[in-house]
């Protein structure tokens, strides 16, 4: 059903950690392979839970940010915020 609603053009998609902070549970085992089997890269927002808490790398994730602006700076005085690519070679191909 999900790969219904996918355009075929599809070449980013872009996921919440599995509890945002909605608490929405996602299924992003399900997500992922969908999206794999479409041939699109996967990114995920993993501020929420941390990267030592859920690791969506090892999950099959392209892309993963960090927003850092609080963890680094306390408050919003700057926006901050890291986006870590799965290899060096995907990383090559974003730039």
Known sequence: MLTAIFAKNLRLFWIETQLNPLLHANNIIYVF???HNIDAWISMNNTFLFS????????????????????????????????????????????
Do not use: E, R, W, Y
């Open 33 to 35: 392979k969908t999206v």
């Open 52 to 95: 030592f808490m859920q690791k969506p790398l090892h999950l099959s994730a392209d892309f993963v940010m960090h927003f850092t602006t609080i963890f680094i700076d306390g408050h919003s005085d700057a926006t901050n915020g890291v986006v870590v690519a799965k290899d060096q070679a995907l990383s090559n191909d974003c730039i």
